[in-house]
């Protein structure tokens, strides 16, 4: 578990010392000057965490807290490609740091070390920006999967104690499987939550001889077996009245076989007819076909664990798999909140410092929302973090040396105390309400 002395010291660590020393590396900094590297990366990052549609004038304005005159023009010359360079460094080493609080009282939780959630998000970036990130070509659409330039940002975040792996970078080509985190390994005694773009069986493999329980929703031609190495008639086996749940021991790959659990529900009529829309646009945007099988198996949930049933029951599986959202509204919160995926200027180098300083941005949001409220699980996190924007500037006065973090922390607590918390729901529950309270709601 992390003090807020301990984040004290990393935050004047990458955002101060490194911060000053990677400026002159990446060139963005030649000589002594006012705007150093670390009051450059405290304006733009804390700047745009306060007001993330900052114009110049007001990151100027925001500037004099840490005793910099610069004006508008003379910061807008700044951002040129070296300190995008230089903003992408600082990014680099801020993630690297570990952030980790009181583990969240959810009785789901306490068998796994950690309960690791992963996803990944595109940003659409300036065509002229093609040969640093490459997109998946053709950019006269507004779709992710056809843009000339685009980013990737690849998370994975820990339900338990809410640290925050990443945001790690990659092309927007680069496939969910073979991103910077695909080579990371998972503590022992973790649990591993992600959707079907995530499916491996040889990672799945690999987790399970290292001691990581993994819950995920197979692909909809994953070949199951049975103990004896006979294929498994999946139609005959899947359960057929809606809510009803089925739990068969199963394996995964022929040769180097897997034991794992598989769980079966059906669902409602209505839930199919979303899963097949959805299939649909998915298969239109991608220039695919939906295939039979997948239009099938729309009418069921599978999931896949290595969990015994002791540690994951049935509907703690399907709990679990809801809370995977959770990552969905991270970025959701980032891009719709932080606006990561907007910038004010349409020069390229300009706009790409913006969205490495609105990355630095969310990185330290979140730092400050598990210390205000992420050990609450009816914490609303969209409520927090503009509690968190509001004190933003306040973070300068701390690494400035004017204040302490603990006051700000104290600030921000007593804020979050009123308002900053989730609605129960009589229809579609919130995730708080489905954790702590299970999912009979859908199987009905």
């Not at 935050?11 to 006012?34: C, I, M, Q, S």
């Not at 929302?369 to 701390?398: I, N, Q, T």
Request: include cysteine.
């Amino acid at each position: 578990m992390t003090s807020v002395t301990q984040c004290e010291a990393m935050l004047n660590h990458v955002l101060n010392e490194r911060a000053n020393v990677l400026a002159k590396e990446t060139g963005f900094v030649k000589r002594e000057r006012k705007l150093t590297g670390a009051s450059f990366v405290q304006v733009m990052a804390l700047g745009h965490l306060h007001q993330p549609e900052a114009t110049l004038d007001q990151l100027t304005q925001d500037a004099q807290i840490c005793g910099v005159q610069i004006s508008a023009p003379g910061l807008h010359q700044r951002c040129t490609e070296s300190a995008a360079t230089f903003l992408q460094a600082v990014l680099a080493e801020l993630v690297e740091q570990v952030v980790t609080v009181k583990a969240v009282p959810v009785a789901l939780f306490k068998g796994f070390q950690q309960v690791i959630i992963e996803d990944a998000s595109t940003i659409v970036l300036p065509a002229d920006l093609a040969e640093l990130w490459q997109g998946c070509g053709g950019s006269s659409t507004s779709s992710a999967e056809h843009t000339a330039s685009a980013l990737k940002l690849h998370v994975r975040l820990d339900l338990k104690r809410g640290q925050l792996i990443g945001p790690h970078l990659s092309a927007g080509r680069v496939h969910e499987l073979h991103g910077p985190l695909s080579e990371q390994p998972l503590p022992a005694g973790s649990l591993y939550v992600a959707d079907r773009g995530y499916w491996s069986l040889s990672r799945l493999r690999d987790w399970s001889e290292q001691g990581v329980r993994f819950c995920q929703h197979p692909k909809a031609n994953t070949v199951f077996y049975d103990r004896q190495g006979k294929r498994i008639d999946l139609e005959m086996a899947l359960p057929r009245t809606v809510g009803q749940v089925k739990v068969m021991p199963v394996v995964l790959g022929k040769c180097d076989p897997l034991p794992v659990r598989l769980i079966m529900v059906r669902v409602p009529s209505e839930v199919t007819r979303q899963r097949r829309e959805r299939l649909s646009e998915e298969a239109r945007d991608k220039g695919k076909v939906v295939s039979e099988q997948q239009w099938k198996l729309a009418e069921w949930t599978l999931v896949v664990t290595n969990a015994s049933a002791k540690q994951l029951g049935a509907q703690q599986a399907l709990v679990l798999l809801r809370e995977r959202w959770l990552i969905e509204l991270l970025f959701k919160l980032w891009k719709s909140q932080g606006q990561i995926d907007e910038w004010r200027s349409a020069l390229p180098w300009h706009a790409l410092c913006e969205l490495y300083a609105k990355l630095i941005a969310v990185v330290i949001q979140h730092w400050l929302l598990l210390f205000g409220c992420w050990y609450d699980p009816w914490r609303s996190l969209v409520k927090a973090s503009a509690v968190v924007r509001a004190l933003a500037l306040d973070l300068l006065e701390v690494l400035s040396g004017l204040s302490r973090l603990h006051s700000l922390v104290r600030k921000m607590r007593r804020r979050m105390q009123s308002g900053c918390r989730l609605n129960r729901r009589a229809s579609e529950p919130c995730l708080a309400q489905v954790l702590l309270e299970g999912l009979d709601w859908i199987l009905t």
